[in-house]
């Protein structure tokens, strides 16, 4: 029984170096979306902002899914090699990297939103376009005759 255990033990930095490899490249895909949602958002093309949201959250999805294994074995692996901890180090500055770059993104998202606001309110207080939807409705015909 005791060979078995630490036959388990032996195993667990080799998959903690897997699953940490697997969040990192789940990271830097994250962070690769982010990017590539920065300039659907900067260039106003709202399809590609929600399509970006969606692969976001499959991605987000699988990183929680790794963390939720990666956890329990950290916890029973107390005495992390070097490697794990270079791995451990990487995969905490991609972490605060995707959540800088998120940030960016909400607060362009945020700047986006005020513009079209403001450029609705411009619309609805132009005189002219006023005027117009005015005299569209007011010398429309009638379709029916209703006193005939």
């Given at each position: 029984?005791?060979?078995?255990?630490?036959?388990?033990n032996?195993?667990?930095p080799?998959?903690?170096?897997?699953?940490?490899?697997?969040?990192?490249?789940?990271?830097?895909?994250?962070?690769a979306?982010?990017?590539?949602?920065?300039a659907a958002?900067?260039?106003?093309?709202?399809?590609?902002?929600?399509?970006?949201?969606?692969?976001?959250?499959?991605?987000?999805?699988?990183?929680?899914?790794?963390?939720?294994?990666?956890?329990?074995?950290?916890s029973?692996?107390?005495?992390a090699?070097?490697?794990?901890?270079?791995?451990?180090?990487?995969?905490?500055?991609?972490?605060?990297?995707?959540?800088?770059q998120?940030?960016?993104?909400?607060?362009?998202?945020?700047?986006?939103?005020?513009?079209?606001?403001?450029?609705?309110?411009?619309?609805?207080?132009?005189?002219l376009?006023?005027?117009?939807?005015?005299?569209?409705?007011?010398?429309?015909?009638?379709?029916?005759?209703?006193?005939?």
């Amino acid at each position: 029984m005791s060979g078995d255990g630490s036959d388990q033990n032996a195993a667990i930095p080799g998959r903690l170096r897997e699953l940490y490899n697997r969040q990192i490249e789940q990271f830097r895909t994250y962070i690769a979306a982010l990017e590539k949602q920065q300039a659907a958002i900067e260039a106003g093309i709202g399809e590609k902002v929600l399509a970006y949201v969606e692969i976001e959250e499959g991605i987000a999805a699988g990183i929680i899914s790794v963390q939720n294994v990666i956890d329990p074995l950290e916890s029973v692996y107390n005495e992390a090699g070097a490697e794990i901890a270079e791995l451990k180090t990487a995969l905490e500055g991609l972490k605060s990297r995707a959540a800088s770059q998120a940030e960016r993104n909400r607060d362009l998202i945020s700047a986006r939103l005020a513009d079209i606001g403001a450029d609705i309110a411009a619309l609805r207080n132009n005189p002219l376009a006023a005027a117009a939807r005015r005299s569209l409705y007011h010398n429309a015909a009638p379709l029916i005759d209703i006193e005939g």
